[in-house]
């Protein structure tokens, strides 16, 4: 967006939002343009933007904005602090609050912190975000098998797009842990993968484009890499299933030290132990080589609803259809400030100028800068890795008849790490709120706000914030 404004077109907002600003003041949000003269609430402070800003924190050092005091009846306390994504940092805690407890702590509705939730999640991205996540439960899954007429939507595209005889031809040296049926299976436990859409794209040509990007990494995480091979290289993905030379009972092959650590992670996700009292291993396995609790955890929370089933189960994603789930839903899920690789491919995502200007466009180069950017981008020559994902996406995208733009960026050497500007980034785990509110008890925010980092709660799973909000502020809910 143009920051150039006429001198008469810029008095005439600043009139206006005064007038405005009389009734009420909304809070601050980190996506929204503010032009001079707009107000809004932040942390319970006041503030008025001095010139023409968008995603400028108030507060913050150079700010662009000019403290007008501490809130009044002026500030409205619906719509959220932090926007739903971006780089948000405050949250405007609700009227009713907490309510002393006899013996110390405090009582919190139940339905006032849904209702939270709800408002600083209800951007147009996480609405987006949570149709790309969606998925069934694994007993629709475990039914799916090859040419059944029950099979999902999405599961019978792929199917008419790729046949059992082409997955062959495109992994004529895979593992057979890597079956066509599993990964059917896959794709039907995210019904937001290979989707209808109602706006006019192309759902056919998204979903070969999909398949053609993801089987390109598979080749380049999994593949035999035999050049001396008679088959083709581009053909010997899903050749690994678990991480080469680690082994459960390797003692030179990591994966567990940082179970014994003290720390939320091991706190949330504690690592599993096997009949010997010894802590398992979370070496790569599957497609995606998933690797570490810490990403074992999070993928059987959606997987299973609960963290701890692949957490005392790690050999699920090498023997079970979670061995190509775990690419499917690395595919769907954003890694903020990264957007998701789906994204991407289905056009939803759309490069800002911040992307712009840090070389990012679309095409399959960004899938790379989303796998592995902080490795193999941005060096101003591709890298071997790099070059091979492209060399193989352009043979897998041939074999499932998807065009190739003169205008897609195929590498990504020019390509810098996705930052919280972008156009893509939002902001999906829950933090204390450390502000102060002077009208709660002890000062304190008892909320939480959204950040981009990882912590133990995440805004993607229900009831996170409440429990947030739990650990953080002694808070019993009641109805």
């Known amino acids: 967006m143009s920051q150039t404004f006429s001198v008469a077109a810029a008095i005439a907002i600043a009139?206006?939002?005064?007038?405005?600003?009389?009734?009420?003041?909304?809070?601050?949000?980190?996506?929204?343009?503010?032009?001079?003269?707009?107000?809004?609430?932040?942390?319970n402070q006041r503030y008025q933007a001095k010139w023409w800003t968008q995603n400028n924190q108030p507060g913050t050092a150079n700010s662009p904005w000019?403290?007008?005091?501490?809130?009044?009846?002026?500030?409205?306390?619906?719509?959220g602090g932090s926007g739903g994504g971006g780089a948000g940092g405050g949250t405007t805690p609700p009227t009713t609050g907490p309510k002393p407890k006899p013996g110390g702590g405090y009582t919190m509705s139940t339905v006032e912190l849904s209702q939270a939730e709800v408002r600083l999640t209800?951007?147009?991205?996480?609405?987006?975000?949570?149709a790309n996540i969606a998925t069934r439960p694994n007993s629709e899954v475990e039914a799916i098998v090859p040419g059944r007429a029950a099979n999902p939507d999405n599961v019978r595209r792929v199917e008419r797009l790729l046949s059992a005889s082409q997955w062959q031809a495109h992994f004529a040296m895979a593992n057979p842990a890597y079956s066509y049926g599993r990964f059917l299976q896959a794709v039907g436990k995210f019904s937001g993968f290979c989707r209808d859409f109602t706006d006019g794209r192309d759902p056919d040509a998204i979903c070969r484009k999909a398949l053609a990007t993801m089987f390109a990494h598979f080749t380049q995480e999994t593949g035999a890499h035999d050049r001396n091979s008679s088959i083709e290289e581009w053909r010997q993905g899903l050749y690994f299933v678990t991480e080469a030379g680690c082994a459960d009972n390797d003692s030179s092959c990591g994966y567990n030290s940082e179970c014994a650590m003290p720390g939320w992670q091991t706190d949330i996700w504690p690592c599993g132990k096997d009949a010997q009292g010894r802590f398992k291993k979370y070496y790569g396995r599957g497609a995606k080589q998933l690797s570490y609790h810490y990403n074992y955890g999070p993928f059987s929370q959606a997987m299973y609803g609960d963290a701890k089933i692949l957490l005392n189960q790690p050999e699920l994603v090498a023997n079970s259809w979670l061995n190509l789930a775990s690419a499917v839903f690395f595919m769907m899920y954003p890694a903020s400030p990264k957007p998701s690789m789906w994204s991407v491919l289905d056009g939803s995502w759309v490069p800002n100028s911040s992307d712009q200007s840090r070389g990012i466009k679309p095409g399959f180069g960004a899938t790379t800068n989303i796998i592995n950017g902080g490795i193999e981008c941005g060096h101003?020559?591709?890298?071997?890795?790099?070059q091979n994902r492209v060399d193989y996406y352009l043979r897998h995208a041939q074999q499932l008849g998807v065009p190739i733009g003169n205008n897609e960026q195929l590498g990504c050497k020019d390509q810098k790490p996705f930052e919280v500007s972008g156009a893509g980034a939002l902001n999906i785990y829950w933090e204390m709120d450390w502000g102060y509110y002077a009208e709660r008890p002890e000062g304190k925010s008892f909320a939480c706000k959204l950040v981009g980092y990882q912590t133990a709660y995440s805004a993607l799973q229900a009831g996170d914030y409440h429990k947030c909000v739990q650990r953080y502020f002694n808070v019993e809910l009641v109805p």
């Open 15 to 43: 009139l206006a939002t005064q007038a405005t600003a009389a009734t009420t003041i909304e809070p601050w949000s980190a996506s929204k343009v503010y032009t001079a003269g707009l107000q809004a609430h932040f942390q």
């Open 66 to 79: 000019t403290l007008l005091g501490a809130c009044d009846s002026s500030c409205a306390t619906s719509g």
């Open 380 to 386: 101003g020559y591709e890298k071997p890795q790099s």
């Open 122 to 130: 209800s951007s147009p991205l996480f609405a987006l975000t949570r």
